[in-house]
C-alpha cells in the first residue's frame, strides 16, 4: 500500500512540476527573443494566476519595446530626410537679386 501512495505521490508530483515549469520556459524563451529584438513570439498562456499576469506583462513589455522601437526608427530617418534638405538649401546658391 505504501508503494502504491508514493508511486501516485510522484506522478502528481511530476504532473504539477510540468504544468507549472512548461509556461515559465515558454517566457524565458520569449523573454531571450525579446532581448535580441525579435518581437514576433508572444507568451501562450491565459491563466488569472501570477504566472498569467507575468505572461501578460511580457507581451505587453514586447508590444511597447516594438512600438517605441518603430517610432525611434521613423524619427531618426525623419532627421535623415532633415539633414539631407538643410545641406541641399546650404549648398544651393543664393541669386544676387536677392542678396
Known amino acids: 500500500m505504501g ?5 501516485v ?9 510540468k504544468k507549472i515549469t512548461k509556461p515559465v520556459i515558454e517566457m524565458s524563451h520569449v523573454a531571450e527573443s525579446v532581448a535580441r529584438l525579435d518581437f514576433s513570439k508572444q507568451v ?3 491563466e488569472p494566476d501570477e504566472i498569467g499576469q507575468l505572461a501578460t506583462s511580457i507581451n505587453t513589455m514586447s508590444q511597447q519595446l516594438s512600438q517605441n522601437i518603430d517610432q525611434l526608427k521613423a524619427d531618426i530617418e525623419h532627421r ?4 539631407r534638405n538643410i545641406t541641399h538649401e546650404l549648398k544651393t546658391k543664393i541669386p544676387k537679386a536677392l542678396v
Open 3 to 7: 508503494s502504491f501512495i508514493l508511486l
Open 80 to 83: 535623415k530626410q532633415l539633414f
Open 44 to 46: 501562450e498562456y491565459n
Open 9 to 17: 505521490g510522484g506522478a502528481i508530483a511530476i504532473y504539477l512540476s
